[in-house]
């Protein structure tokens, strides 16, 4: 995996990290928030042992990459695009997982010239979605932080810097505990050995320059997305477990009953974190849609 700075046509940064030969077939990963461009490392060589390249890249304010304040989700068109002139691409496809999710289904929605295929896992859904209970069957710490972001964005800045400096001194043993009530028992059982390693070395990495990408993303989560999911009109998949207490089982469902055409896999048995053991199938099936066109 190699590190690489490059630039948009607004002059920001963006830090992007490259598993495998760019000109193999492209992935671009969103990864959640706060998160990094570091990759899983088993995600990695499944992308390359499928002759692809798989892309991470930090967020705006995360890591080595130039905060842009005020963005909301659908910007993230501009950094894939910016990506995709770096690589030489005009054709690939993407993924995102949690908060990186509405940024997959951005790309999906306003990049369909560039983006074959888009998937998300455990992603958020809009906080004004009609008949969505946002809340319902999430965690207390998750909560409190939409809700600020939402309803006070100064208190929202204060406790993300808070615990932002927090997570810059954390062991994978502190991480539980500050996650304590948004573990499912599926998803405490996963964090351990690799994943928690990788875990700490991400958001450490994204959260090393400061706060800013997180408060950023919170703000962008709970005002206009940019795009309707209604509008989507390439293929999209859609991952979401019934143990999930970071982002409800109901934000995947309402999803599902959005977005047009979606290949939907809602389970009783996955979490949050568990999804994880189904990015070879995402993989499978993103560049089965990209090598068919």
């Known amino acids: ?74 910007a993230a068109v501009d950094d894939l ?28 929605a306003l990049a369909p010239d560039l983006v074959a295929a888009a998937a998300a896992l455990a992603s958020v859904a ?14 207390e710490r998750n909560i409190e932080d939409f809700r600020f972001a939402a309803d006070d964005p100064d208190a929202a800045a204060v406790k993300t810097a808070a615990v932002a400096e927090a997570m810059l001194q954390a062991t994978a043993e502190d991480l539980l505990g500050q996650w304590a009530t948004i573990l499912s028992p599926a998803d405490a059982a996963a964090v351990s050995g690799e994943l928690a390693a ?5 958001l450490q990495t994204g959260l090393g320059p400061g706060p800013g990408g997180w408060i950023d993303d919170g703000a962008a989560f709970v005002h206009p997305w940019g795009f309707d999911p209604a509008d989507i009109a390439i293929p999209v998949q859609l991952w979401h477990g019934r143990q999930d207490r ?30 994880l053991r189904r990015v070879p199938d995402v993989h499978a099936w993103l560049l089965a849609q990209l090598r068919q066109t």
């Open 1 to 74: 995996m190699t590190t690489q700075v490059i630039e948009t046509h607004a002059g920001r940064r963006l830090c992007i990290e490259v598993a495998g030969d760019p000109d193999g077939d492209v992935i671009v990963f969103h990864n959640g928030s706060p998160n990094s461009r570091l990759l899983y490392p088993p995600d990695a060589d499944d992308a390359v042992g499928r002759g692809a390249c798989l892309v991470g890249y930090d967020r705006p304010g995360y890591g080595g990459s130039t905060r842009r304040a005020g963005r909301s989700v659908a």
């Open 81 to 108: 695009r910016a990506i995709a002139a770096a690589l030489g691409v005009d054709r690939l496809v993407t993924w995102g997982i949690s908060g990186g999710g509405p940024h997959a289904l951005a790309c999906a």
């Open 126 to 139: 809009p906080y004004d979605a009609p008949g969505l209970e946002f809340f319902e069957g999430m965690g």
């Open 198 to 202: 990788y875990m700490i070395d991400s």
């Open 246 to 275: 970071f982002v409800p089982f109901g934000h995947g469902r309402w999803l599902a009953g959005r977005i047009p055409g979606v290949d939907a896999h809602l389970n009783d048995t996955d979490g949050h974190l568990t999804l």
